[in-house]
């Protein structure tokens, strides 16, 4: 097949031959899939996608995944056809990336795990509409171009602020945190937020879909691939130089926390006969004696899954246990409301040396079907923790605690919402994430959960500090950087200093998402109409 052959596929039309002619066969039979096939080869190239995602971290993956996406929606003739193509991409993206949901419902095999092969693949089809949105987007611009690519990346990335509110939200990987584990990649995000690092990868990972279809100017395409790399690696360098200059960190001086991970199974972790031992553990784990003592000891989410705050017995052998003049930060379920409609909430509470409750705060974005069944009232039903469902917190905001900076409390998935994590107007001096990802045992969960709050930190300039009932507990800095941590399934604790805010309020966390928005925004016009060739 010669440079001057010509090809017709999908409505394409007349076009010299591909940039790279290599390709030309492999573009040719995937733009020509149909039916089945099709669906078949666009669900495979969304769990390919996946290999980016923590742990893996396969960055690469990504250019088969959505450069292969994009050829596939190149061939579809019909709007029901390039639904259908979205649908089947998400869908197998969505599963593969979250398969470990199903671990939640194997906590209590007998009740719920009959569901467990079933809830992956319903919560992506809950999430796999928003594939549609970048997918209809590219047919505003001309089809194999250049502009073709900025659409679908920008229409990518506006699909993905759109996930973190429509109904209750959910931005679970973002395309953005496949680098986490490169803090110079990070950088970036504290002036355009994870949406912006997702709209570059997306850029990056896309473009090189003109190299295999008819294009109309060969230098033209690989000068935009070559540009969209030098993209990557401008942002890499300059996230090498801004933490050239951040050096070490300071620590916030006369703070020093200890985090307590028990690596409590959840089979057993409920479990009414085991409540004192597991309650005792833990308070037993932040009282060890290591040659330093800690001024203030952090348990995890529902660590006392019992109503604490109302128990002086438990809470005096908490309290016999906690620092003397410090706190001891404790998950646990808060009962508010009166006797006749009592509200059982998510809570962490602040127990001083004398047992008494100094400080609470209340989840407020609580999670459906665990949390809260969504028209649980209506259909008799509850979430499937056993109890009533929940009842929310008035939302974020920032803690004043005795011997502590002003913190921001962040319990399990309240940590992943880009621009939510903060109360602009009381800044807080760091973030304070306690979550229980026993849930989902020794899987992808709870590294995708790390991840998120990594971003939170950039984007925030503050500090994080995690602590996880079976790990991944850790203390990020203000850069993203993870200091130290325990890791996944294993029980112990971690001593650490805080480390200390960066000195001014990185441009995300004074503008949110207004900015990289109109960006985002303008690029859908800009790749559909500014850009018409290759």
């Known amino acids: 097949m010669t440079r001057a052959a010509t090809l017709r596929v999908g409505g394409l039309g007349d076009h010299q031959l591909s940039a790279w002619p290599a390709l030309a066969p492999v573009w040719a039979a995937i733009v020509g899939m149909s039916g089945g096939w099709r669906l078949l080869a666009a669900a495979a190239l969304g769990a390919v996608g996946v290999l980016a995602m923590p742990p893996v971290h396969f960055v690469p993956a990504l250019i088969p995944s959505l450069a292969g996406f994009l050829w596939l929606l190149q061939g579809v003739r019909g709007r029901w056809s390039l639904v259908a193509t979205a649908l089947a991409f998400g869908i197998g993206h969505f599963t593969a990336g979250l398969y470990w949901v199903a671990y939640a419902l194997l906590t209590r095999p007998e009740e719920f795990g009959w ?39 920008a229409a ?29 990649m990070l950088q970036i995000s504290a002036v355009t937020g994870v949406y912006g690092l997702s709209l570059i990868t997306v850029l990056a990972a896309a473009m090189p879909a003109v190299l295999g279809g008819p294009c109309l100017d060969r230098r033209r395409a690989w000068a935009a691939v070559g540009l969209m790399f030098a993209l990557l690696a401008s942002c890499g360098i300059g996230g090498a130089v801004r933490l050239a200059g951040a050096g070490d960190g300071a620590t916030v001086e006369g703070v020093r926390l200890r985090l307590v991970q028990p690596n409590i199974s959840q089979a057993i972790k409920w479990r009414a006969d085991l409540v004192d031992r597991h309650l005792l553990d833990q308070a037993e784990l932040g009282a060890l004696d290591t040659g330093t003592a800690p001024t203030h000891v952090v348990w995890s989410e529902a660590a006392a899954p019992l109503l604490l705050a109302d128990d ?26 009166s006797a006749d409609a009592p509200e059982i909430r998510n809570s962490l509470i602040a127990i001083d040396h004398a047992g008494a409750v100094v400080a609470t705060y209340d989840k407020a974005h609580l999670v459906p079907f665990g949390e809260y069944m969504p028209l649980g009232r209506v259909l008799g039903l509850s979430g499937v923790v056993g109890l009533a469902d929940l009842t929310a917190g008035p939302g974020v905001r920032t803690l004043s605690l005795p011997g502590l900076p002003p913190v921001s409390p962040l319990i399990c998935y309240e940590a992943i919402f880009p621009g939510a994590v903060a109360d602009r107007s009381d800044r807080p ?3 304070l994430n306690i979550t229980n990802d026993g849930w989902y045992g020794l899987s992808a969960g709870p590294y995708q959960h790390l991840a998120a709050a990594q971003m939170r930190a950039v984007e925030e300039g503050l500090p ?31 001593d650490t200093p805080l480390p200390m805010a960066v000195a001014a309020p990185p441009p995300f966390a004074r503008t949110g998402t207004i900015p990289i928005l109109a960006i985002i925004l303008a690029l859908i016009p800009f790749g559909a109409y500014v850009i018409r060739r290759t």
């Open 156 to 184: 990518w990335a506006f699909a993905e602020w759109l996930r973190s509110w429509v109904g209750t939200g959910f931005p679970w990987n973002l395309i953005g945190t496949v680098w986490t584990f490169s803090p110079p």
């Open 429 to 431: 001096a760091w973030l």
């Open 312 to 337: 002086a017995v438990r809470r005096a052998a908490v309290a016999e246990r906690t620092p003397a003049d410090g706190l001891s930060l404790i998950g646990t379920l808060r009962r508010t409301g």
């Open 115 to 153: 569901l467990a092969p079933l809830a992956p693949v319903g919560l992506s089809l809950i999430l796999a509409p928003f594939v549609i949105v970048p997918a209809a987007a590219t047919r505003l611009a001309r089809r194999g171009s250049i502009g073709e690519v900025i659409v679908f990346a």
């Open 464 to 494: 994080l500090v995690r602590v996880a009932n079976t790990g991944i507990s850790a203390v990020v800095d203000p850069y993203g950087r993870v200091l130290r941590s325990l890791a996944l399934g294993t029980r112990g604790i971690l």
